[in-house]
């Protein structure tokens, strides 16, 4: 892992053979060598066909990941069963160890499994059938940001939240050596109201085979933008939405968080480094301790526009995994499906049909109300 | 309109200068000669900059409709006051008339409205700035399928079906020649589940001022596979879903129902008419005449599968407005997020940041569900 002088990574493997990697703040905890004592049944190695698999949409031109197994995932089991929690006498959980930090682990329900098997990993532009399946290679983690049932990520300390950042830079780095992995992808999904099925705070890691739609076309956006301007898209926006000022939330030395001109939910904020890299990876110390500050400023305004907590979703972009993609600039967007108090925005006929997003919040009026909110 | 001989239209207008049209199914019913005696004020002729328009995404490559007017919309009224019954004595609706059979008008809260001015229509690929706005011209529109506030489309007798046919294809006409209008888009939402805020029977018509992503992509995608194949990309999709069977839901003679490979949804069926056309003006007698009575069974099977009336979104994909795009198959497409009783398909991480669908529900089982329901 990256020498940053202030985590520890261990890693050990659960009962079924599955990797848990520990990131401790202090060393020397041993908690990679606690044995996970529960008997679980061997997990196969790979999700192919047919019970599961990467199936392709010719009309849509996309993946779409059929993910049969999942069917039966945990859903929101009561605090005592809590599989996040870390394991306790007489209560064992996903976790051996007694306590935690940070820490990741393979998903017990994965949609995506197992190493390329010498099979090129789909292209996207290459596929001429129309019933095209494919191994859903890939890998799924789950990143526990305390052992703290009932915290939050916006309640984590900023040290806590460095350390978060660390696992995924260190996830990225892992997980995009892995042969056939095209991209990584970190989130978080907050709140029952977007669908998450457990309450301890989390977040997940997907690594995918292939390019992802969104962040293909960004990239093609991109590179149009060049060819028509000479600049680079990423800086010319944020530069322009500084200039603009209007759609800002909050910023500091190191990075800016505003709403997109064409925000497509109520609330959206878009944080980018102050300085363009296409990766996690790539940001350098004094972004990585500029993070926190701010992240958390604007996941506590986020909080207080409705006094309650906001169900949101939180999307790392990056490049494609591997060197490359310097063009591209990783940013982190925050959406929120709630449009009012006790009204959510729905994706209904125009944008489950059509693609077309409808928000009815304007985005001056979004960001002037979370500069203010606090 | 299309001289069907079955149905007699008659337009008139509401208090505030919106249009309404009668769809009936006998003649002579004076229905559009009610007056609306609401006093209204009257909305604006269309929605433009800066409390609404159209916003260009630079990084999706897409635009976004800011509609800011439509926050304080109707939201779920009790039954007594649904604006959608037909007008009562000391009751005025949105409907001036005592009944209806098929009854379209301008939505009070549209999303898009007003023709365009002269400016030439957006080109989503000639669009060079990052922050473009534009007026949202186009026009949303209404359809109440019935009377009866607490039928349901699958309740609805045939030759009803038959009539809101119609009255799509009537609209696909009218609205089409509208200037400015690139696409017209007929859509049902049905369930509080999808954010549904009107129980009465009713569907929707958005007529949009750019080709939306969806059908350029699936435009792109089948000049594609027709440069690849020499083949139409809808014919052999049909025909490959006929003859694989596996997916098959129902069909008859004029009509098929699947659905799709890689289906994105937990419950989604595809319908196409036997023989290709690009808008829904296009389909022949026979094909009209079919329709009712696959629909309806395949209504019939998904409110079947959960013992419950299914939350779904109805979609019409028909080529862009206009002659033309003979390649393009019009087709219905019925998509629900339930995936259990009580459980829910949400966007969440994967979908809404990456745009990669992750479908617990293997299609050819779901097809298998409902081919058995019944």
Same mark, same amino acid.
């Given at each position: 892992?990256?020498?940053?002088?202030?985590?520890?990574?261990?890693?050990?493997?659960?009962?079924?053979?599955?990797?848990?990697?520990?990131?401790? *703040?202090?060393?020397?905890?041993?908690?990679?060598?606690?044995?996970?004592?529960?008997?679980?049944?061997?997990?196969?190695?790979?999700?192919?066909?047919?019970?599961?698999?990467?199936?392709?949409?010719?009309?849509?031109?996309?993946?779409?990941?059929?993910?049969?197994?999942?069917?039966?995932?945990?859903?929101?089991?009561?605090?005592?069963?809590?599989?996040?929690?870390?394991?306790?006498?007489?209560?064992?959980?996903?976790?051996?160890?007694?306590?935690?930090?940070?820490?990741?682990?393979?998903?017990?329900?994965?949609?995506?499994?197992?190493?390329?098997?010498?099979?090129?990993?789909?292209?996207?532009?290459?596929?001429?059938?129309?019933?095209?399946?494919?191994?859903?290679?890939?890998?799924?983690?789950?990143?526990?940001?305390?052992?703290?049932?009932?915290?939050?990520?916006?309640?984590?300390?900023?040290?806590?939240?460095?350390?978060?950042?660390?696992?995924?830079?260190?996830?990225? *780095?892992?997980?995009?050596?892995?042969?056939?992995?095209? #991209?990584?992808?970190?989130?978080e999904n907050r709140g029952e109201e977007i669908g998450v099925t457990?309450?301890?705070?989390?977040? #997940?890691?997907?690594?995918?085979?292939?390019?992802?739609?969104?962040?293909?076309?960004?990239?093609?956006?991109?590179?149009?933008?060049?060819?028509?301007?000479?600049?680079?898209?990423?800086?010319?926006?944020?530069? +322009? *939405?500084?200039?603009?000022?209007?759609?800002?939330?909050?910023?500091?030395?190191?990075?800016?968080?505003?709403?997109?001109?064409?925000?497509?939910w109520?609330?959206?904020?878009?944080?980018?480094?102050?300085?363009?890299?296409?990766?996690?990876?790539?940001?350098?110390?004094?972004?990585?301790?500029?993070?926190?500050?701010?992240?958390?400023?604007?996941?506590?305004?986020?909080?207080?526009?409705?006094?309650?907590?906001l169900p949101y979703i939180a999307?790392?972009?990056?490049?494609?995994?591997?060197?490359?993609?310097?063009?591209? +600039?990783?940013?982190? #967007?925050?959406l929120s499906v709630r449009?009012?108090?006790?009204?959510l925005k729905?994706?209904?006929?125009?944008?489950?049909?059509?693609?077309?997003?409808?928000?009815?919040?304007?985005?001056?009026?979004?960001?002037?109300?979370?500069?203010?909110?606090?």
């Amino acid at each position: 892992m990256r020498a940053v002088g202030r985590i520890w990574k261990n890693s050990g493997k659960l009962a079924d053979g599955r990797e848990i990697i520990y990131f401790d *703040e202090s060393p020397g905890l041993g908690r990679a060598e606690v044995r996970d004592g529960r008997k679980l049944a061997a997990i196969p190695s790979k999700w192919g066909p047919p019970e599961s698999g990467l199936r392709w949409d010719p009309l849509a031109g996309e993946w779409v990941v059929i993910a049969a197994q999942r069917q039966d995932r945990t859903f929101l089991p009561p605090p005592e069963a809590c599989p996040l929690d870390p394991s306790a006498p007489g209560r064992p959980t996903e976790i051996p160890a007694a306590s935690y930090d940070v820490v990741v682990f393979e998903n017990r329900f994965p949609s995506l499994r197992g190493a390329a098997d010498g099979r090129p990993a789909p292209g996207l532009d290459t596929t001429s059938g129309l019933m095209v399946e494919y191994p859903a290679h890939g890998r799924c983690e789950v990143v526990c940001f305390t052992a703290d049932h009932d915290s939050s990520f916006a309640q984590l300390s900023p040290g806590r939240v460095r350390t978060v950042l660390e696992a995924w830079a260190d996830r990225t *780095e892992a997980l995009g050596a892995m042969p056939g992995i095209s #991209q990584v992808y970190c989130f978080e999904n907050r709140g029952e109201e977007i669908g998450v099925t457990l309450h301890h705070p989390h977040g #997940q890691i997907y690594a995918y085979p292939f390019v992802t739609p969104r962040t293909r076309r960004m990239l093609e956006m991109a590179a149009a933008y060049t060819a028509r301007t000479g600049g680079n898209l990423f800086d010319d926006l944020t530069a +322009a *939405e500084v200039a603009a000022g209007t759609r800002m939330v909050t910023r500091n030395g190191e990075w800016i968080a505003f709403v997109p001109a064409a925000a497509k939910w109520p609330y959206e904020v878009m944080i980018f480094p102050a300085r363009r890299v296409p990766r996690i990876t790539e940001l350098d110390e004094a972004a990585r301790d500029g993070f926190a500050g701010l992240y958390l400023d604007v996941l506590h305004r986020l909080d207080a526009l409705f006094g309650a907590p906001l169900p949101y979703i939180a999307a790392w972009h990056q490049a494609p995994s591997g060197p490359g993609h310097e063009e591209f +600039a990783a940013h982190l #967007q925050v959406l929120s499906v709630r449009r009012a108090p006790g009204r959510l925005k729905y994706l209904a006929g125009s944008e489950s049909g059509m693609g077309v997003w409808i928000n009815d919040i304007m985005p001056e009026t979004a960001a002037q109300r979370l500069r203010e909110v606090l």
